[in-house]
């Protein structure tokens, strides 16, 4: 069932309508990604200038066979579709974020969700890193540019080096990997930046 924050939805020409900013020049599709618990779904919320959608459900018993709690026992409610919501970055650029699922159960609904996205934003949990690698591996089959966010858990270890972060996800070189605090706007707007960065990088915005 899609459910949005109780606040009143703006009106049009407010700051956090619905409608597309008028000075939006490039419009641009990206996935926020990662394993279950990781924060998507608080990351949209936090940088969304408009009311954010969620497709979310209530944890059952039947979901507690097949959903790894270890880390994130205090859950209750995990995505059953998308979450969405919207962000004007400088240069008139809008990016659309799209939270996708991120157990293996939803993996159908993928390639849907990420037609026509432009890279991925993956939230990383250092607690429990091999819970990413599902994750990482969809992305990277699906050709997405992306970057690495590590959300910083009030317990996550303080003693993984850079570099032994980036052995253990097997990351690629030129992948961006920064750590960011999924419910900070300004942390988690630094985590898109870095991945527009990257895609600018790899494709420039004005050559599109």
């Known amino acids: ?111 849907d969700i990420a037609y026509g996205a432009l890279g991925a934003l993956v939230l990383v949990d250092s607690r429990r890193l091999d819970a990413s690698f599902d994750v990482l591996g969809l992305v990277e089959e699906s050709g997405l540019p992306y970057a690495v966010a590590f959300n910083a858990f009030p317990d996550a270890p303080r003693h993984y080096g850079t570099d032994r972060l980036r052995q253990a996800l097997d990351l690629e070189p030129g992948t961006p990997m920064v750590t960011c605090d999924a419910r900070d706007p300004n942390s988690s707007i630094d985590a898109l930046l870095a991945l527009v960065d990257h895609l600018i990088g790899r494709d420039p915005v004005e050559a599109r």
């Open 1 to 111: 069932m899609a459910s949005a924050p109780s606040n009143t939805t703006p009106s049009a020409g407010a700051p956090g309508a619905v409608h597309r900013p008028d000075t939006a020049r490039d419009l641009v599709k990206i996935l926020v990604a990662g394993p279950f618990g990781v924060g998507k779904t608080t990351l949209i919320d936090s940088v969304s200038e408009i009311r954010p959608l969620h497709t979310e459900e209530h944890l059952s018993e039947a979901s507690a066979e097949v959903d790894d709690l270890a880390g994130v026992r205090e859950k209750s409610t995990t995505t059953v579709a998308i979450d969405f919501g919207r962000i004007s970055l400088p240069g008139d650029v809008v990016l659309y974020l799209f939270g996708t699922p991120g157990q293996e159960r939803f993996r159908a609904l993928w390639d």
